[in-house]
């Protein structure tokens, strides 16, 4: 039976329909490209000799491949130290939210906690207002961690949104495996570890990548309570790079040529952002799953 007997009405061969498609490619690619140029320009920049990019204008291929400004930045040790800090304060940092997160969000999941709703409350309040930036800087300094790495992770151990959106996602674990748990006798941390983690690892590895991401992009608490440039992140040391454009990387004498500097920032820039796009891939796709199951219920 065709659609035109059946009364049903075949849209997606419709002219206009087709019409409205091809508009929506045009467009979303237009925006995709203009997303995308900006970062193939970055690279294109950072292989291409000093020599040719001193004469300006907008290089989208490298018209002679160099890799004078990746050699440079790799003669000290100085990008590599705050790559390290870098990585160390994202897994660390990552890890310490997850168990904090996690701790928190499955006790305020459980409809039978006592003052459930007031702590859900509290946890609210701190996404509308927080007590300001002097307020926090004399917390961190009267905790002792001013040039410390913990000054990093410790105020920002738990966000309050991720909390809320994985207390909803852990709502709708059944409760009778936690009740099946506990009549073999298992206690409300070994439920957590053995039955919530598991069935939530969509939701977690979504949350491990965004306060990832957080962790390696964080510069302005750096700049605030780190004052030893050897604990410096990559992201620090780069917008010091951008700032001063005529800088070196490290600790270089004054009688080394000069290498462009726009090659030297867009080399940095590309050497700081790839680690985090080489672990997204392989984490996105829990992305939508994770996200959407933990709205779902409220």
């Not at 997160?101 to 859900?120: E, F, I, N, Q």
């Not at 050497?271 to 219920?297: C, D, E, N, R």
Request: proline fraction near 4%.
């Amino acid at each position: 039976m065709s659609s035109e007997r059946s009364g049903i009405v075949n849209y997606d061969k419709s002219w206009g329909n087709k019409i409205f498609n091809a508009v929506n490619y045009i467009f979303l690619g237009l925006i995709a490209l203009v997303c995308v140029l900006p970062f193939v320009y970055i690279v294109a920049v950072s292989f291409t000799a000093p020599e040719i990019v001193a004469q300006g204008g907008f290089i989208l291929f490298p018209k002679k491949l160099s890799l004078s400004a990746y050699s440079y930045i790799f003669s000290t040790n100085t990008l590599i130290r705050s790559l390290g800090v870098s990585i160390y304060l994202t897994v660390l940092g990552t890890l310490i939210n997850l168990v904090f997160t996690s701790l928190l969000a499955y006790p305020l999941s459980r409809s039978h906690l006592k003052g459930r709703r007031v702590m859900l409350l509290a946890v609210l309040i701190t996404m509308l207002f927080n007590g300001g930036l002097i307020p926090t800087f004399y917390v961190v300094k009267s905790l002792h961690m001013i040039d410390t790495l913990w000054s990093l992770m410790i105020p920002t151990a738990i966000s309050a949104f991720n909390l809320i959106v994985l207390k909803n996602f852990f709502q709708q674990i059944p409760d009778g495996l936690e009740d099946s748990a506990r009549i073999d006798g298992c206690n409300d941390l070994g439920i957590l570890v053995r039955i919530v983690i598991p069935l939530s690892l969509p939701a977690i590895a979504t949350f491990g990548l965004f306060y990832a991401v957080t962790h390696w992009n964080n510069f302005f608490s750096a700049i605030m309570y780190i004052n030893n440039n050897t604990k410096w992140p990559v992201q620090v040391l780069l917008r010091e790079i951008v700032i001063n454009a005529n800088s070196r990387v490290g600790d270089t004498s004054t009688d080394e040529i000069l290498i462009q500097p726009l090659t030297i920032k867009m080399a940095v820039i590309v050497f700081a952002t790839f680690p985090i796009m080489f672990v997204y891939p392989f984490l996105q796709k829990h992305f939508v799953k994770g996200v959407m199951l933990g709205s779902v219920k409220g």
